[in-house]
């Protein structure tokens, strides 16, 4: 799709509400299984601080927090950081951990004061996901990491009765997302635009639960997870 800032603007809102709609929990309560791998890689490279965006309603928190001493999570729903506040104070994290207002197009933050970024289930909705990652990875510092994931075609959502086809391998999904999906050189093609090189991808598969109100049945997700590395 042609970059959409429009659609991208609207969807924050729309996501707000979804959370709403989905009462206390739209996503579940299990981290996603590259939550836990990514804390161990963050942990490995000595982070000091770790940021999960978007956290959504907090899932892959707990797991993440073992990645860093400090957790940040970022996303532009008041009402997703308001429940992942619940989730971090049920685990003990709320003391070393804060929750910002960040759009990934823009958050804010310094350059390179980042050591490990965890970015799941975010680019694939967005129209202009280059732009994304230049962001993130001018807030990495040299030397930190970006886990990110990108659906394939064989992932759960494109078999939803109620998304629709706009282009290829591009859909409007039934709360009006906009959702791409990628081979594996539509994701080289998409990093090479930016100038980066993924140190790792892996080609992910998962289950998750029901979302309430979202996804009303078990399903099967498949991603490329990818790895970036700063240059020192
Ligand atoms: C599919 S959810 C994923 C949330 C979380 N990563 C997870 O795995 O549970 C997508 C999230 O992206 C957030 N979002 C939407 N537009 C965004 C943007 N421009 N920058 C950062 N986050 C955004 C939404 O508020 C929502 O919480």
């Not at 957790?71 to 308001?82: Q, V």
């Not at 759009?103 to 350059?111: N, R």
């Amino acid at each position: 799709m042609a970059v959409d800032t429009a659609r991208d603007e609207s969807a924050k809102r729309l996501w707000n509400d979804a959370y709403v709609n989905g009462a206390e929990n739209l996503w579940g309560d299990p981290p996603v299984p590259h939550a836990e791998k990514a804390a161990h890689l963050f942990a490995s490279t000595r982070a000091f601080t770790v940021l999960d965006l978007p956290c959504g309603d907090g899932r892959n928190l707990p797991a993440l927090a073992a990645g860093a001493p400090v957790l940040i999570g970022g996303d532009p729903s008041a009402n997703a950081r308001s429940v992942a506040r619940r989730v971090l104070e049920r685990h003990a994290l709320d003391t070393r951990s804060v929750l910002l207002e960040l759009d990934a197009y823009a958050t804010g933050i310094p350059a390179g004061i980042i050591d490990g970024i965890f970015c799941w289930d975010l680019l694939g909705h967005l129209t202009d996901p280059g732009r994304a990652l230049v962001e993130l990875y001018r807030i990495l510092r040299p030397g930190g990491r970006l886990v990110a994931n990108m659906w394939t075609m064989r992932d759960c959502q494109v078999a939803d009765p109620n998304i629709r086809e706009i282009a290829p391998k591009e859909y409007i999904d039934h709360f009006d997302f906009y959702c791409r999906f990628y081979d594996r050189d539509d994701l080289d093609t998409l990093l090479a635009a930016v100038d980066m090189t993924a140190e790792t991808v892996e080609l992910a598969h998962w289950t998750e639960p029901p979302h309430t109100g979202y996804r009303d049945y078990v399903h099967d997700h498949e991603s490329w997870v990818f790895t970036i590395r700063k240059a020192s």
